[in-house]
């Protein structure tokens, strides 16, 4: 049940990482103030952003396993890219209005996103990934209860993984 590629796979003990992130993207919108949720985490070897989860299994079918490369050019650099070099999330109230890269204008399309908060994950000085808090049908203005709420989810989730990833890591076939 792990993320694959060409040349390695992500061996998880029991399906342990998979879990914590199901159980993360399944959980944490509502107290995030969002109704969908998904994490990207990053392969710092291969410099590859990986879908890892999403909630719901329709969404999740859709955006798990989907990978993408750095990008040197800004209009090719994807939400979860531009969170990580900002360390800051990345908000937008309307996604019709704002000008996505290639790849986030098809999943934000194919996923049915409105409104999206991207926020980038440091297990401390090491980036793990991102976490996107949406809403689909309808622009959002996120308040700033909410963005606080996300920024707390954030951490937590940044710490999890990080230390899962510890016990868990991408290991060569």
Same mark, same amino acid.
């Given at each position: 049940?792990?993320?694959?590629?060409?040349?390695?796979?992500?061996?998880?003990?029991?399906?342990?990482?998979?879990?914590?992130?199901?159980?993360?993207?399944?959980?944490?919108?509502?107290?995030?103030?969002?109704?969908?949720?998904?994490?990207?985490?990053?392969?710092?070897?291969?410099?590859?952003?990986?879908?890892?989860?999403?909630?719901?299994? &329709?969404? &999740?079918?859709?955006?798990?396993?989907?990978?993408?490369?750095?990008? =040197? &050019?800004?209009? =090719?650099?994807?939400?979860?890219?531009?969170?990580?070099?900002?360390?800051?999330?990345?908000?937008?109230?309307?996604?019709?209005?704002?000008?996505?890269?290639?790849?986030?204008?098809?999943?934000?399309?194919?996923?049915?996103?409105?409104?999206?908060?991207?926020?980038?994950?440091?297990?401390?000085?090491?980036?793990?990934?991102?976490?996107?808090?949406?809403?689909?049908?309808?622009?959002? =203005?996120?308040?700033?209860?909410?963005?606080?709420?996300?920024?707390?989810?954030? &951490?937590?989730?940044?710490?999890?993984?990080?230390?899962?990833?510890?016990?868990?890591?991408?290991?060569?076939?």
């Amino acid at each position: 049940m792990g993320l694959t590629s060409d040349t390695k796979e992500w061996e998880v003990e029991k399906g342990c990482l998979r879990l914590l992130l199901e159980s993360i993207v399944n959980c944490y919108p509502e107290a995030a103030g969002a109704e969908y949720s998904e994490i990207t985490l990053y392969d710092g070897k291969s410099n590859e952003f990986i879908g890892a989860a999403a909630t719901g299994k &329709d969404r &999740d079918d859709v955006f798990s396993g989907k990978r993408l490369g750095y990008a =040197r &050019d800004e209009g =090719r650099k994807t939400l979860t890219q531009k969170a990580m070099e900002s360390r800051n999330p990345v908000i937008i109230h309307d996604v019709n209005e704002a000008a996505l890269a290639d790849a986030d204008r098809a999943m934000v399309d194919r996923l049915g996103i409105r409104s999206t908060a991207v926020f980038p994950l440091f297990a401390g000085s090491r980036f793990v990934g991102s976490i996107s808090f949406d809403h689909g049908g309808h622009t959002h =203005r996120f308040t700033q209860q909410d963005i606080n709420a996300m920024y707390a989810l954030a &951490d937590l989730a940044a710490h999890l993984i990080g230390y899962a990833e510890n016990f868990v890591g991408p290991k060569e076939k």
